[in-house]
Each structure stands twice: as C-alpha cells, then as structure tokens.
C-alpha cells in the first residue's frame, strides 16, 4: 500500500501533474488501473490454483482462506493508496500546496497560507467521505451474496474497495485538519512535526476516537437489543468506526515514521538503509506477537460475534430477548465461548 502511495506520490510532483489539483488527480487514475491489472492477475492465478486443488479432490479449506486473506489484502492497499492520494488533491486545491509522498506540506509556504478555514474545510471533506462509506455500506447490504458465496462479484468488490478508501479518506482528512489546526495554535508550543508534538497529537486523537467509539458501540448495542442483529445497521456502525480507527492508526504511523526517520538521520553515511532495516526488525519483532496473540483473539471474536448473531436471530423469532451482558467472550487460554445466555419475556 505505500509503495503504491509513494509511485503515485511521484508522479503526482512530475510536470504536468503537478501544476494544478486537476492534473494531479491523473496519477490517482493510473495508480488504481496498474492495481487493477495486478490484482486482476493474481486473481485468475489463485482460481486456477483452486480449480486444480478441486478436480485433485483435495479440500478447498486453506485455499479459500488464502483466497479471502489474499483478497482483503488486495482491497486494502487498493483503498490506501487510492485514499491518500485522492486526499493530496483535495489538500492541494485547498492550500494551494501539494504535499510530499509522506503528506507533509514545506512548513514555511504552509504558514503563509493557513488559516482556520483550511482545517474546517478538511474536517467538512472527511465528513462527507463518512456519507460516502455509509451509504456504500448499505448498497453492499443489499447487493451481497451471503457469506457463503464462494467468489465475489465485481459488484461486491468494487463497493467494498469504495467503502474501504472513503473510510481512510476520511481518516486522512480529519488527520490533515487536526495537524493544520495544530500549526495555527500549537499546544504547549511545541512543533506538530517533532517527535514531542507527533506523540501528542496520536495520544489527543486517539482519546477523542476512543470516546466515539465507545458511543457508537453503546448505540450498536441498543439496536440490537431493540431489532435484532440488522446487517445493514451493523455495517453502517462498522463503517464510521473502520474510519475512527484507521484515524488512530495513520497517527501513530505518522509519529512512528517520524521517530524512525530521526534514528536513521544519525546515520549520515546511508540513512535509508538504516530506515529499511530498522522497519525489518520490527517486523520480526512484531510478527510473533501478533500471530500468537491478536490474529488468535481476532479470529475468537469473530468466532462470538457469529454466535452471538445467531443467538439473537433464534431467539427474537421465538419472542425472548438477547442480554448482551450475559454472553461470556472466549476464554484467554483459547477455549470455546460460552453460549449466550437469552432470557424470556
């Protein structure tokens, strides 16, 4: 997914494309077309791999595992990358600047042309990305398959990737106006681009995307205590918090890139080498933790939720209500959930 925001970002500042906010939009084109013919073709490689395993009579288990994970890969750095570069023409035709591959305008141009216009306008754009994601959310409702559909239509794919990049768009938007509305009032007066001030920022966003969070989880929960499990309310709530959450996660990559950036400065003979090996080794510091730890707890939680979905639909047709306070999440230690405990009217 970076890669692909570092090509576009490239050729968003060669000429012609950098000369306007139009112009710069091509690269976003060319950018999603070359995706498109790479997914395109390992989308027909995996079908070929699983068409073999099947006239083989080998089961198709792990191959439609690989196929889903290789497939949310693909969306994912479809939507990222599509994301971030659409948001650097939306920011260009704002200040006037276009921003360098790692989004960051030059500091002192930026001061003469900031105002608390920009960052209202920046809020009012990620806003409006949200709508996007929602409504795209509920088209995806209606045209799904189920979840038992072995293969995706183009329909369905496109409409996630489209619900997925209006997600992060809206993310960097309101990143772009919290880093601009720190510029015009800093606090404590520090600079937003130091280490000091990137870690403050990621800590004051996350607090604040932590308190919607919670609010919509509250407001999920008592839909469902009301209606029942409701697909399409579900992915709506899912979408504004997919975007909260990406949010948290572009702050502290941004205060992450930043220290890395300050680490491999030291080194003066070759302090890129120095960033590619320092992000080696939190990736293999990482990947153990993360296999053994979250991906396990992810994939129990995903195990609960479809549980306790099934639970709630049982029960709601035979007129008892669902307590979500009675249903117990799986165990640490890698256990079963408990089934859910339903009361009776």
Known sequence: GFAAIAAGGSMQHMEP???????????VIITIAVLALLFQGSRILRYKVRESARLQGQELHRAAMLNEAVSEGEKDIMALATSF????????????LLADEEGIEEEVRLHEVLTWKQPALSWCIGGVFVVISVVCSAVRGMVCKGDDAEEESLAELITDIVVNASAMAS????FAGARWAWTLQPLFSINVLSIDGRILLALTLSF??????????????????????????????????????VLVGFA????????????????????????????????VVLLRPWRKYILKRSMQLDQLKAQRDMAMQSKAAMGQVYT???????????????TPIVRET
């Not at 494309?17 to 690269?27: A, H, I, N, R």
């Not at 948001?87 to 200040?95: D, F, I, W």
């Not at 990559?253 to 080794?281: I, M, Q, R, Y």
């Not at 979500?324 to 408990?338: E, H, I, Q, T, V």
Request: hydrophobic share 45%; with cysteine.
């Open 85 to 96: 570069l659409i948001v650097q023409v939306v920011r260009y035709a704002t200040t006037g």
């Open 17 to 27: 494309f950098c000369t306007s906010p139009g112009l710069s939009l091509l690269p």
């Open 171 to 174: 993310a960097w938007c309101m």
């Open 324 to 338: 979500f306070g009675d249903y117990a999440p799986a165990s640490p230690s890698g256990g079963s959930p408990r």
């Open 208 to 245: 604040t995307c932590f308190c919607v969070v919670y609010v919509l989880d509250q407001i999920d929960d008592a839909l469902r205590a009301q209606a029942g499990p409701s697909r399409s309310s579900g992915r709506m709530i899912a979408s504004i918090v997919n975007a909260v959450s």
């Open 252 to 283: 502290w990559e941004h205060s992450f890139d930043g220290a890395v950036t300050a680490v491999a400065s030291l080194n003066t003979e070759s302090p890129k080498l120095t960033k590619f090996v320092l992000g080696v080794c939190v990736f």
